[in-house]
């Protein structure tokens, strides 16, 4: 089954209008969880629509600008790093959902989420796991929200260049941990996902 058949079997099942949830940057150290909510027309089918970790920064920047195009609503919301030291990274993605579906503008009959969590929003949900690999909804929400966060990141790369955010967009690498060693944390890390560090220099 590909990603139209999915949503078209969702729709069979009564459900005509169906809005796909996903989110990027759970993992990074630094900046936001960027979430997105898209509902697509019944009958699109954009050429290349896949998992945005299997897409090129070319293929994912493209289809941005298509999704947002043709999509028949879309809503992008974010937790900050200070929202996500406050609630924990689980509930600040849920909380950047709820904000996305909101921004839509538009009520499904059904939300899919990527994942096996429920955000509990205001809407009948349904969890799939791997669901940007298995609903073209959940698919296009996951292009717009890593293009979104990935955007974000090369503009704070400007603001604060020693860290390299338009390389590692905040993630976990060893160029990233080596930068924080060196100039310590900047205003958008997670000091929540650095307490290691951060207690290691409170010893020093």
Do not use: W
């Not at 697509?40 to 945005?52: A, F, G, H």
């Amino acid at each position: 089954m590909d990603l139209y058949q999915y949503d078209e079997s969702i729709r069979q099942e009564g459900f005509a209008v169906v809005c796909g949830v996903d989110e990027a940057g759970r993992g990074p150290l630094a900046g936001p969880v960027v979430a997105a909510a898209v509902i697509l027309p019944k009958d699109l089918q954009l050429c290349d629509l896949n998992d945005s970790k299997k897409l090129s920064e070319k293929k994912r920047e493209a289809l941005f600008d298509q999704i947002r195009e043709k999509a028949v609503a879309y809503g992008i919301g974010s937790a900050d790093h200070q929202e996500i030291d406050q609630l924990n990274i689980l509930n600040a993605t849920f909380l950047a959902m709820k904000r996305a579906v909101d921004a839509m503008g538009a009520c499904p009959d059904l939300v899919l989420v990527d994942g096996n969590r429920d955000p509990k929003l205001a809407y009948s949900t349904r969890t799939v796991v791997k669901g940007d690999a298995t609903s073209a909804s959940i698919a296009a929400a996951s292009i717009l929200a890593k293009v979104t966060r990935d955007r974000y990141m090369v503009e704070m790369d400007q603001k604060y260049p020693q860290y390299h955010f338009a390389k590692h967009k905040g993630y976990p690498t060893k160029d990233h941990y080596e930068q924080i060693r060196e100039y310590g944390i900047c205003p958008i890390h997670r000091k929540s996902f650095l307490k290691k560090i951060l207690n290691q220099d409170e010893e020093k």
